[in-house]
């Protein structure tokens, strides 16, 4: 998957959680996973290496592991 594809998938799934009518404060942790994967990505500025894809890469599985903790109803 390219880096573009998981941007836009936390993109997405922002859009899913905010549209839950979920209480407040139930995705803080999903939230701040999405904010540092986003801005990782705004940040890497074309580069491909081993850093810039772990910069990424790393939210975005710390993310798949919440949501298997924390499904979406």
């Not at 880096?3 to 959680?17: A, D, H, K, P, T």
């Not at 994967?37 to 491909?48: A, E, I, P, T, V």
Request: no cysteine.
């Amino acid at each position: 998957m390219a880096f573009i594809e998981v941007y836009q998938n936390s993109q997405r799934m922002r859009g899913l959680m905010d549209a839950s009518g979920a209480a407040p404060g139930v995705y803080t942790e999903a939230y701040a996973l999405m904010d540092e994967l986003q801005q990782n990505f705004m940040g890497l500025d074309g580069q491909d290496t081993e850093a810039a894809r772990a910069s990424v890469l790393d939210p975005a599985n710390d993310l798949d592991r919440w949501l298997e903790d924390n499904p979406i109803k």
